[in-house]
């Protein structure tokens, strides 16, 4: 069996990592208190992600997030790990502590030239409108 | 020990809050624990729907335009930048209509680009200031009057109300508080950066610290400011614009930025 991992930078049920993980896959938000008090989260954020969480199909677990995920391996024989891409370091920092995870992208919003970083908004609409009125950004969906 | 998963449904909103309190007692002293804004997709869709691309266009800069209200959702994923595009392109075959639309959209794409390749940007100031002043010259932490929306500047109160109530503000109001902060105030933009954080529901560090930059001008070519005539353009009639009780915000921009910025001024 497969695991997702979702974590607060995609709560979505429309991902590639759904495709990428298969239809059996066992998906999961840990609820990690640890990561809401170093993110600073306030009750109203806390409340609207939990609300969030009860219309998604995913189990909410509560927990630190590396133990849980590893708990979970453990319990449920998992073969392997998915998990949404994420900038934030906290979250990396989770991903990194697990062997072979599957850190899955989504669909970019545009086609952008690769490894060249755009410091300037202006630049990087510039190649961005070639794609940004595009269904799916000219990519296949 | 086999984890237990927590419960997902609840009778009734209050059940769910009493649950997340339970799981999360270090936020149970906050003065607002929910926000009217509902999680989910169910809400995000609802939005999804209402959604008015060339409107947006005409009226985004108004306190009372017809923005979407999708902020909270596209932060957290539960719909995609993608897919409130795709939406945006069902309501109108021209480009021209919806241009604006789809470059505010772009402008999260480029604040996430931003954050994948920079992340130390997002904490640590990327230029100098450009008010003429330095680092040191700005306070650490966030004043409390500011914290409670107490500062006794009418509009900026009423901003922070709204903030503080709901979690969400309209943009061009964020942009007046952070100025407020950082540049009446003289706060460093991270604890302005801090404090959004904790309350937006859609706070996100990308967007919300390198805009704070950018206000602050270690993102900028020079500072954002702006001035009590700017709140009036743009302010709803439930916005107390009244001169008298927003007096340090009463004078031209010309006035304010010597004021505000006198290091500035006698270096040019």
């Not at chain 2, 529901?201 to 390198?210: F, Q, T, Y």
């Not at chain 2, 270690?218 to 009244?242: D, H, Q, R």
Request: aromatic content about 12%; charged content about 25%; glycine content about 6%.
């Amino acid at each position: 069996m497969n695991l997702i991992w979702l974590h607060d930078d995609m709560l979505g049920a429309r991902h590639p990592i759904f495709e990428a993980a298969g239809q059996a896959a066992k998906i999961v938000f840990v609820w990690d208190n640890d990561y809401f008090k170093a993110m600073n989260y306030s009750a109203k954020r806390l409340v609207f992600l939990y609300e969030t969480l009860c219309e998604l199909e995913c189990e909410i677990i509560a927990g630190k997030a590396h133990n849980v995920i590893h708990a979970l391996i453990t319990e449920h024989k998992i073969d392997k790990i998915f998990t949404p891409y994420s900038p934030n370091p906290a979250h990396q920092k989770v991903m990194a502590g697990f062997k072979d995870i599957q850190i899955i992208e989504d669909i970019p919003f545009v086609k952008m030239p690769s490894g060249i970083v755009f410091p300037r908004f202006f630049r990087y609409w510039n190649k961005a409108k070639k794609t940004a009125f595009l269904k799916n950004g000219g990519h296949d969906s | 020990m086999p984890v237990k998963p927590e419960p997902k449904d609840f009778k009734a909103r209050q059940d769910l809050i009493d649950h997340v309190m339970m799981l999360s007692p270090h936020v149970k002293s906050d003065d607002v624990i929910a926000s009217p804004i509902r999680g989910g997709r169910i809400a995000a869709h609802e939005k999804l729907a209402q959604i008015k691309p060339q409107s947006y266009g005409r009226t985004r800069n108004f306190l009372n335009g017809d923005v979407t209200y999708l902020s909270s959702y596209i932060r957290h994923g539960i719909v995609s930048l993608n897919e409130v595009r795709n939406k945006a392109l069902e309501t109108s075959d021209a480009e021209k209509d919806i241009e604006k639309f789809i470059q505010e959209l772009t402008w999260r794409d480029f604040w996430q680009h931003l954050y994948r390749a920079h992340p130390e940007w997002i904490w640590n100031d990327i230029e100098p200031y450009k008010t003429g002043f330095g680092r040191d010259d700005y306070a650490d932490d966030l004043p409390e009057d500011i914290a409670q929306g107490r500062t006794g500047v009418a509009c900026i109160d009423q901003f922070i109300k709204i903030l503080l109530e709901t979690g969400y503000m309209h943009n061009h109001t964020r942009m007046y508080v952070a100025s407020y902060v950082v540049h009446w105030r003289r706060v460093k933009w991270q604890a302005g950066a801090r404090w959004f954080l904790h309350h937006l529901l859609d706070g996100d560090p990308a967007s919300n610290n390198l805009s704070w930059q950018w206000v602050a001008s270690t993102f900028s070519n020079k500072p954002y400011i702006f001035n009590l005539e700017n709140v009036g353009k743009y302010a709803s009639e439930e916005i107390n614009a009244n001169a008298s009780e927003n007096k340090v915000l009463d004078h031209s921009y010309e006035d304010l930025s010597c004021a505000l910025f006198p290091q500035k001024a006698k270096g040019e």
